[in-house]
């Protein structure tokens, strides 16, 4: 609708600022409109009414699989890179393989008591601070953050380069077709899979540390990602074989946490990719990374009930 122009002077006004002159006009409304308030279109320049109208009703583009696309698809992949270094910065600084920092951030089942030069002890918590001895926390006993702290923990610097290259090669690919919301769910949900894994599966005192979890999980993202969209997966797979291997072949490699992990990433990867297309995909795919998430979390909580 047309502004029409003031008795006093015959000119139009803006319409949402009337005392302001204004020969411009809205190429969507064709009402008047000021400097302040001209936004820039395809052709000539909109009122701020008709470009917020026009985004609630232009369909915004998605990847493949329902997230917002973006130039920079590396962005989440660089910064989890970012927080593992700086971590892992820190546990060099404060010590290194003694540091005391490593205690408080990688996943130990249970509680345990540290005397120095002798060890560790199972006994209580009073009588180890009462006798001198340091505690080291677990799950059990009421340190629960690490169940995520430990994905962003390493003491080995290649330990820490391995799973570093791993999510720079595979992070990339996956945020491009999921979106930097769905591959962060994915990657935090792998990493607390793989926690879970260890705390049914592992030894009830040995700690472990690393990003390896959700880096499987990860791989098995890809793996079915990569089925769903017919493409040639036979070298991806070839990888996970290689890994499989080193998995149980080398020392010190805790297979509980990777199982846990690919488990925990292709679940989430299956709700992802094979949720019905519409307007209810997203609905679809927040629902099955819920209950991932409600079946990781049980599956936490019983186990530390079940050592406290």
Not at 25 to 49: H, L
Not at 68 to 84: A, F, H, K, Q, W
Not at 151 to 158: G, I, Q
Not at 175 to 195: C, D, I, K, T, W
Request: proline content about 5%; hydrophobic content about 45%; overall charge positive.
């Amino acid at each position: 609708m047309t502004q029409p122009p003031t008795p006093e002077t015959g000119v139009p006004t803006c319409y949402r600022h009337p005392g302001r002159e204004s020969y411009i006009r809205c190429q969507r409304c064709d009402r008047p409109i000021c400097p302040d308030c001209m936004r820039d279109a395809a052709v000539g320049f909109q009122c701020p009414d008709c470009v917020a109208e026009g985004a609630r009703t232009t369909r915004q583009a998605r990847t493949t699989y329902g997230g917002r696309p973006t130039t920079r698809p590396g962005v989440v992949s660089l910064t989890l890179i970012g927080l593992n270094v700086a971590v892992f910065a820190l546990v060099v600084l404060s010590g290194y393989r003694d540091s005391r920092l490593l205690d408080w951030l990688m996943l130990r089942p249970n509680g345990l008591c540290w005397l120095e030069g002798r060890g560790g002890f199972d006994v209580a918590r009073e009588a180890c601070t009462g006798g001198g001895g340091e505690w080291l926390p677990g799950v059990a006993d009421g340190a629960v953050w690490q169940v995520l702290t430990s994905a962003f923990t390493h003491v080995s610097l290649l330990h820490i380069a391995f799973n570093m290259l791993a999510l720079y090669v595979l992070g990339p690919q996956l945020e491009a077709v999921l979106g930097r919301a769905r591959f962060l769910a994915l990657y935090l949900l792998s990493a607390l899979a793989g926690s879970a894994a260890v705390l049914w599966f592992g030894g009830e005192y040995q700690p472990v540390l690393g990003a390896s979890g959700a880096v499987w999980g990860l791989m098995a993202a890809l793996l079915i990602i990569g089925r769903k969209s017919g493409a040639d997966v036979s070298q991806l797979m070839l990888w996970i074989g290689i890994n499989v291997v080193i998995t149980f072949v080398g020392s010190n490699i805790s297979w509980q946490g990777h199982l846990g992990g690919f488990v925990g990433g292709a679940l989430v990867a299956l709700a992802f990719a094979y949720a019905p297309r519409g307007r209810h995909r997203t609905a679809y795919q927040l629902g099955g990374a819920g209950v991932v998430l409600v079946l990781v979390a049980a599956a936490i909580t019983l186990r530390a009930l079940a050592l406290s």
